[in-house]
């Protein structure tokens, strides 16, 4: 089975995460996509609602399609120490005749390149990535131009993929929208944007 793993804050889930997933199921023939939201303990990122919250809007967001699941583990995490490496060796534990991919935008390949991510050597030794093209960023640059990614393009681990159209809808515009009272309507799903409306999220 090909599983990816599609870890973000989903502050909120939007219509671009279920695009790009499906587009990446659908071009990988992936058997599995797997929503991972991500802790709220983390350190790098101030996330603007509650897991409880994250957690309802992505259930509800994936509910129709049969390839989308969601898991709790980074969540559930009690330490703050949590991170995409020692995650992904929690996969690869749980499915260990499986082939498991972390997809991702080309921004954090930027970033995992520039060695920001913790234990980052291992990170790209152990693991395999489909990255999607984003903010026009060329990423066989970024992967020749980094060291680390470069010494491990094998062929295998990272698969470059064109989305074909730049979609730029992101979490952070929706949750200005809401909370400049706009109208970002139809960047979600129906169900999460009433959740928030009823909730008084991002406000
Ligand atoms: N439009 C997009 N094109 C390609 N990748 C995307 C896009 N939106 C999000 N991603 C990817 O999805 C993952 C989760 O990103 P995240 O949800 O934090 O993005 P975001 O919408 O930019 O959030 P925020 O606005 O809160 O920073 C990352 O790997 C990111 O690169
Ligand atoms: O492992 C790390 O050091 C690390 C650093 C930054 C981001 N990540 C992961 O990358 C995913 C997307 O993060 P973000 O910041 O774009 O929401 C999410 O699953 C994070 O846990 C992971």
Redesign the pocket.
């Known amino acids: 089975m090909k599983i990816g793993i599609?870890?973000?804050?989903?502050?909120p889930v939007?219509n671009?995460?279920l695009w790009?997933a499906s587009t990446v199921a659908h071009r990988c023939k992936l058997d599995k996509v797997i929503f991972l939201p991500c802790s709220s303990k983390r350190k790098d990122k101030q996330l603007h609602t509650t897991d409880e919250h994250r957690w309802n809007m992505v259930n509800m967001a994936i509910q129709n399609n049969a390839l989308y699941e969601a898991n709790d583990y980074e969540m559930k995490q009690e330490a703050w120490d949590v991170y995409t490496e020692k995650t992904l060796a929690h996969f690869s534990e749980l499915y260990p005749d499986d082939e498991i991919y972390f997809?991702?935008?080309?921004?954090?390949l930027e970033d995992i390149g520039a060695g920001k991510w913790h234990n980052s050597e291992e990170l790209v030794r152990d693991n395999r990535f489909i990255v999607?093209?984003?903010n026009d960023i060329d990423m066989l640059k970024v992967i020749s131009h980094s060291p680390l990614l470069r010494n491990h393009d094998d062929g295998h681990t990272f698969h470059l993929i064109d989305?074909g159209l730049a979609?730029?809808?992101?979490?952070?515009?929706i949750?200005d929208e809401f909370a400049m009272e706009g109208e970002p309507r139809y960047l979600l799903p129906e169900s999460c944007y009433q959740y928030i409306k009823e909730h008084e999220i991002y406000k």
Do not use: C, N, P
């Not at 997809?103 to 954090?108: H, K, N, V, Y």
């Open positions: 599609y870890g973000s804050s989903f502050d939007t671009v995460h790009t997809i991702m935008g080309a921004d954090l999607m093209a984003r989305k979609m730029e809808i992101s979490s952070s515009y949750r």
